[in-house]
């Protein structure tokens, strides 16, 4: 998707929308593109700590313990290289913050541009945006926060993708694929979106499943084609690679800010 765009990325809780957002994010930083990434669920050191996972391809508990690793651990150098090459050759900006509103994340955006030009923004979860969670009257919220989201894309002519939730009503069906209807608020971000990815994760739903494969279905996508993307997980070290090439560049190009 262009500059000045909206996307989104939806799933159920924990399948696995997190961990592809840190995937784009690594390919677009080795792009040389700049980053922004508001993470209203998670601290920073969470956000750090998957990043270093695909990395290193230690697995994140490990990252997580690292705190029990004994001085000479094999996996220490691993991680202090992830690191200097975040601080040194990434332009990459967290912000864990569980209070931030629309209008908190264009200031914060307004300053970062002041010294770089922004090409990608990431909200995790967008839904849960202190003035986007509210119970009264929640669609028309949504659709006013949309809008101010699109009015910030072209402020800053950069891409911003949403990660928001999948309503629970898929998994009372026996095909558990999302459908752009199963999104929360479906209309308006069905509306303002020029792209909407919706991820399945069979062994999700059947843990005894051997199929661990990450389908990334583009429900809506303005400038292309429709269709399924195959995906191999690595779920312990959270890496997601293209195992089909039919789509073509959705985690190297859809966010690329070209």
């Given at each position: 998707?262009?500059?000045?765009?909206?996307?989104?990325?939806?799933?159920?809780?924990?399948?696995?929308?997190?961990?592809?957002?840190?995937?784009?994010?690594?390919?677009?930083?080795?792009?040389?593109?700049?980053?922004?990434?508001?993470?209203?669920?998670?601290?920073?050191?969470?956000e750090q700590d998957r990043m270093e996972s695909i990395m290193s391809a230690i697995p994140l508990s490990d990252i997580i313990n690292s705190r029990l690793w004994r001085k000479g651990d094999w996996r220490i150098p691993l991680i202090k290289e992830a690191n200097q090459k975040i601080d040194d050759q990434y332009n990459y900006h967290i912000i864990p913050s569980r209070q931030v509103t629309v209008a908190d994340a264009r200031t914060v955006l307004y300053q970062i541009a002041q010294k770089k030009d922004i090409n990608v923004v990431y909200f995790d979860l967008f839904d849960k945006?202190?003035?986007?969670?509210?119970?009264?009257?929640?669609?028309?919220?949504?659709?006013?926060?949309?809008?101010?989201?699109?009015?910030?894309?072209?402020?800053?002519?950069?891409?911003?993708?949403?990660?928001?939730?999948?309503?629970?009503?898929?998994?009372?069906?026996?095909?558990?694929?999302?459908r752009m209807a199963d999104l929360k608020d479906s209309g308006n971000y069905e509306e303002a979106a020029r792209l909407i990815l919706l991820l399945y994760r069979e062994r999700y739903y059947f843990p005894?499943?051997?199929?661990?494969?990450?389908?990334?279905?583009?429900?809506?996508?303005?400038?292309?084609?429709?269709?399924?993307?195959?995906?191999d997980f690595e779920e312990q070290c959270l890496r997601v690679t293209s195992i089909d090439d039919k789509i073509g560049g959705i985690l190297n190009g859809s966010f690329s800010g070209e």
């Open positions: 998707c262009a500059p000045g765009d909206i996307s989104v990325t939806a799933s159920r809780p924990g399948l696995g929308k997190s961990a592809i957002k840190t995937n784009f994010i690594l390919n677009q930083l080795e792009a040389g593109l700049n980053i922004v990434s508001f993470a209203t669920e998670q601290g920073f050191a969470t945006l202190t003035d986007v969670n509210v119970a009264v009257n929640k669609p028309q919220t949504v659709g006013v926060k949309l809008g101010e989201i699109a009015r910030m894309a072209e402020e800053f002519n950069c891409h911003i993708n949403l990660l928001v939730q999948i309503g629970r009503k898929v998994e009372q069906r026996s095909d558990k694929r999302p005894d499943s051997l199929n661990n494969e990450l389908e990334v279905i583009v429900g809506k996508q303005s400038n292309g084609g429709l269709g399924t993307a195959l995906m």
